[in-house]
Nanobody
Framework: VQLQASGGGLVQAGGSLRLSCAASGRTVRSNDMGWFRQAPGKEREFVAAVRRSGGSTYYTDSVKGRFIISRDNTKNTVYLQMTSLKPEDTAVYYC???????????????????WGQGTQVTVSS
């Protein structure tokens, strides 16, 4: 499984970005897909996830109402639409794929077996 994240960049506070995660094979339809982020000096944290079956979505509280995760099975791609960006959203964003699909652990990094290389998002104040 290969995951390729893209779409990061430098944006002013209040702006928007759309991240993409292109996956190999049938990864998106076969796995729960998640986005995580890691700021300098901090641990990697959960941002959003979408279930492989049913399409339920999950978000960390700090991005609810601002970020939307979606997937396109035909393109084998997952997206993270980010709006109303804040300086505290600055981080390297990683996409991940996990086959186990357990709701109670969907926010944990240990639930994901495959990771992309990360894309930098910088929000200036």
């Amino acid at each position: 499984v290969q995951l390729q994240a893209s779409g990061g960049g430098l944006v002013q506070a209040g702006g928007s970005l759309r991240l993409s995660c292109a996956a190999s094979g049938r990864t998106v339809r076969s796995n729960d897909m998640g986005w995580f982020r890691q700021a300098p000096g901090k641990e990697r944290e959960f941002v959003a996830a979408v279930r492989r079956s049913g399409g339920s979505t999950y978000y960390t509280d700090s991005v609810k109402g601002r970020f939307i995760i979606s997937r396109d099975n035909t393109k084998n791609t997952v997206y993270l639409q980010m709006t109303s960006l804040k300086p505290e959203d600055t981080a390297v964003y990683y996409c991940a794929a996990g086959p186990r699909s357990i709701t109670s652990t969907i926010r944990l990094t240990s639930s994901y077996d495959y990771w992309g290389q990360g894309t930098q998002v910088t929000v200036s104040s």
